[in-house]
């Protein structure tokens, strides 16, 4: 059962409500050329993998490099870094912790190497897995409360745990002083190189008068100076959000965090921009585990005190869609989707193409490698990774008179997956700098 847990709603307010349900962000799109859709839109994935096969060669991924992004043994770390997958995994086969506890301590670390997305005033968005049910918590609350770090307070009132305190102790302990910064942190230095070179409070983030580069260490947070330099202690109560039953996909149970059938009307949820930008993280065990994912409005980055890595950020609107996928006893998928001004669209896509078929982990990181497109508006037309796919698909929807552009790479989309032979795993995008650490 996919539950939404909560002890009261937080409500919007102000302006941030009015973005959310303005009829403008829900828009239906009638004029998508409904031969086009029904080339994607097919049933089943032998019909849509039948498309492709006269040219194997445009396969987006080939067999050797599947075993990398999926993984079926059990402990798994996965995150946007390796460096941060080893970090967490010393940690946690060091410690003898719950998955609560490792759960905490995973969004320490990350508050520290990606301080763009897991910031105290980030959106927070948790799933635990404990005795076959996933329950989901999302802190949200405009400014000036700080969703994470607050959500943090309730987590470990909620969940039993000792005080975030012992936490805020055991993370300056057992990190090191430094850690590296990956290629998502990285890529978002580089794009704000101007405005952070301007302000002096954010020498942290130069090296020798140089932005600092992937690979290259960050100071660690002096987590237990959090408190006093946050201020805002008080815990934060999730959201009740709704879940929503869809009954667009026979013979399969699907409830998500959002609404998912409106794409079957043609309804596409598509964001304004600047659009989001996001952090996830995943550790799973046998028959315990956790993703949260983190997210905040993209802007300039602003510091908070000189010599400090904490960015103060918005967080999103939205949250990132998830999805429960059941389809029988024992065969599960969790399905998360990232990046885009529509990300939901993808794993509606994905069910389309019935990824709820797939019979182990490896199968569903061959359907997350498929070729996406998405639809938009303002003006309509619709991305397509045509590199992925065939000449001769791309060539049957060029005749169609219907604005189509190119796409490298469309979403990002984690999957979890647990099937009746026993089997559980993750399966995470290639389209990114995702990385799994997955035991040998």
């Known amino acids: 059962m996919f539950s939404s847990t909560s002890s009261s709603i937080t409500p919007f307010n102000g302006e941030a409500n009015q973005r959310i349900l303005a009829p403008a962000s829900y828009v239906r799109v009638k004029h998508f050329p409904l031969l086009l859709v029904g080339l994607f839109f097919l049933s089943g994935c032998t019909s849509y993998i039948n498309l492709i096969d006269d040219a194997p060669e445009a396969l987006p991924l080939k067999q050797s490099l599947v075993q990398k992004l999926s993984c079926d043994k059990m402990p798994i770390v996965a995150s946007q870094s390796s460096e941060d997958n080893k970090t967490l995994d010393d940690v946690f086969n060091s410690l003898n912790l719950t998955i609560e506890e490792e759960l905490i301590l995973a969004i320490l670390q990350q508050m520290a190497v990606r301080p763009a997305t897991t910031s105290p005033w980030a959106r927070l968005q948790v799933s635990i897995l404990k005795n076959n049910k996933w329950t989901s918590f999302d802190y949200y609350k405009a400014a000036p409360a700080k969703p994470l770090w607050q959500g943090l307070q309730d987590l470990t009132v909620r969940l039993k745990l000792k005080p975030l305190n012992h936490y805020l102790r055991l993370a300056e302990k057992i990190f ?140 999103a609107l939205r949250p990132a869609p998830i999805c429960l996928v059941e389809r029988e006893k024992d065969h599960q998928l969790l399905m998360s989707s990232l990046k885009g001004r529509d990300p939901g669209q993808h794993l509606y896509n994905l069910l389309q193409y019935s990824i709820d078929r797939a019979t182990k982990i490896e199968e569903v990181g061959t359907y997350l490698s498929f070729p996406r497109h998405q639809f938009l508006y303002g003006p309509a037309r619709m991305l397509y990774e045509s590199s992925r796919g065939s000449a001769t698909n791309l060539e049957s929807f060029l005749k169609m008179d219907f604005p189509i552009y190119h796409s490298p790479a469309l979403g990002e989309v984690w999957v979890w997956g647990k099937f009746q032979d026993g089997s559980s795993g993750l399966s995470v995008d290639e389209r990114t700098q995702a990385s799994l650490r997955c035991p040998k």
């Open 176 to 315: 090191p002083s430094s850690m590296e910064i990956g290629s998502p942190f990285a890529q978002y230095l580089e794009k704000y190189k101007s405005p952070l070179s301007e302000d002096i409070a954010m020498g942290q983030f130069f090296k020798a008068g140089q932005i600092l580069k992937s690979g290259e260490s960050i100071p660690s947070l002096k987590w237990t100076r959090l408190p006093k330099l946050l201020k805002d202690n008080e815990p934060l109560s999730p959201l009740r959000s709704p879940v929503f039953n869809s009954t667009s996909f026979e013979s399969t149970k699907v409830q998500c965090n959002f609404d998912i059938d409106l794409y079957s009307k043609s309804v596409y949820l598509v964001r304004p921009d600047p659009g989001v930008n996001y952090n996830i993280l995943a550790r799973l065990k046998k028959n315990t585990g956790f993703v949260f994912i983190s997210s905040v409005e993209l802007q300039d980055p602003k510091p908070i005190q000189a010599g400090v890595t904490i960015l103060r950020q918005l967080p």
